[in-house]
Each structure stands twice: as structure tokens, then as C-alpha cells.
Nanobody, 120 residues
Framework: QVQLVESGGGLVQAGGSVRLSCAASGRTFSFYTMAWFRQAPGKEREFVAAWTGSTYYADSVKGRFTISRDNAKNTVYLQMNSLKPEDTAVYYC????????????????WGQGTQVTVSS
């Protein structure tokens, strides 16, 4: 089992920055794909970024968001810069014991989510 706890969300103005953290506990952290997804009201959950040793990003956040991982702290981060109102969503940390995927249905473990609201 893997337990994931997100933190760092909040209200930010357009153009601002926020860093999300996801602390993992449980089974061997370093062998898992770690990812961030987000879900806006009335919309389907969508892929944002993933880390496997390589990094992967949705086109909508490429160049603005950065995913990183600190194995010593069992924590994955999402640095979000140049935020836009359309980035407003609940952000979820997820993991899976396998290779990269942008399909949320293939992720086994999820955090509780953290709200990010970007005001215009």
C-alpha cells in the first residue's frame, strides 16, 4: 500500500506561482510512477505531469509547470508558474507500480486532493 498526502494549494492571482507537495509513505517509493492530475468542476480528471526518472507533461502546462521528486524525503513536487484561471482545479497526486501513463484509470493510489484557485 502507498499513502499519499498533498499540500500547498490555495488562492493565487493569475501570473503567480504555487508549489504543491505530495508526501508518500508505505511501499517502496522509488519504484513507482508519480503523477499529478487535476479536476475542474464539471470536467473529467485530466493528466498534468508525471515522473518516472523522466518527466512528462500535458501540453497545456508544458513550459509552466515542473514536476520533481525527492526520494530521500519520499516527496514529489509540482511547481506551477505563470498560472492562468483555467488552471483552477483540485489537484491530485497519484502513483502506480508501473511505467508512465497519462490515463488516470491506471493509477492505483491517490491523495485526497488540494484546491488551487487562480483569480483573474
Amino acid at each position: 500500500q502507498v499513502q499519499l498526502v498533498e499540500s500547498g494549494g490555495g488562492l493565487v492571482q493569475a501570473g503567480g506561482s504555487v508549489r504543491l507537495s505530495c508526501a508518500a509513505s508505505g511501499r517502496t517509493f522509488s519504484f513507482y510512477t508519480m503523477a499529478w492530475f487535476r479536476q475542474a468542476p464539471g470536467k473529467e480528471r485530466e493528466f498534468v505531469a508525471a515522473w518516472t526518472g523522466s518527466t512528462y507533461y500535458a501540453d497545456s502546462v508544458k513550459g509552466r509547470f515542473t514536476i520533481s521528486r525527492d526520494n530521500a524525503k519520499n516527496t514529489v513536487y509540482l511547481q506551477m508558474n505563470s498560472l492562468k484561471p483555467e488552471d483552477t482545479a483540485v489537484y491530485y497526486c497519484a502513483s502506480r507500480p508501473g511505467p508512465y501513463s497519462n490515463n488516470y484509470a491506471l493509477y492505483n493510489y491517490w491523495g485526497q486532493g488540494t484546491q488551487v484557485t487562480v483569480s483573474s
